[in-house]
């Protein structure tokens, strides 16, 4: 079972447009058994294959190639990887609206935010919110190693107990 994610989704689709996953392997310089993990979801894809199949599926957008997403039709917009939300650079605000709502979504199109009337690029949005989730799974990474060195510096410092 496949875990849809922003990550899967982007992959799945760039896949598509590259003609295959052995396709996007190369093009990704993985083993297509790696980029087979990162679309499933069972492995987590490091930030620069993502940027790149971005960068790739923005480029086959543009082509035709790669069919953009629905017409977000006036929805409001958020973007979610992980417990991460895409937030406005101005604002923090984590809701859009395509400046264009009856066109197709594709990740060169202009995204406003909704509370504060910012500008942004669909792709651009995206992948600001893979480096953010990046810094942060490096930060919760790094807590997590210096709570397990207190707890055993702590448990190095105990006086023995009397028996």
Known sequence: MMKETLYTQTLSRAADAEGGTAALASVLHVPERTLERWMSGRAQTPLRAFLKALERLTTHEASGVAPPRPAANGDVLGFRMGNLLAC?????????????????????AELICRTCGEKVVHGNLIAQLAQDAVQHAHAMTAARQRRQGALSSQSRKRPPIPG
């Open 88 to 108: 406005c650079s101005r604002c923090d605000s984590t809701e859009f609206l395509s400046a264009n709502p009856q066109a197709p979504l594709r990740l060169t």
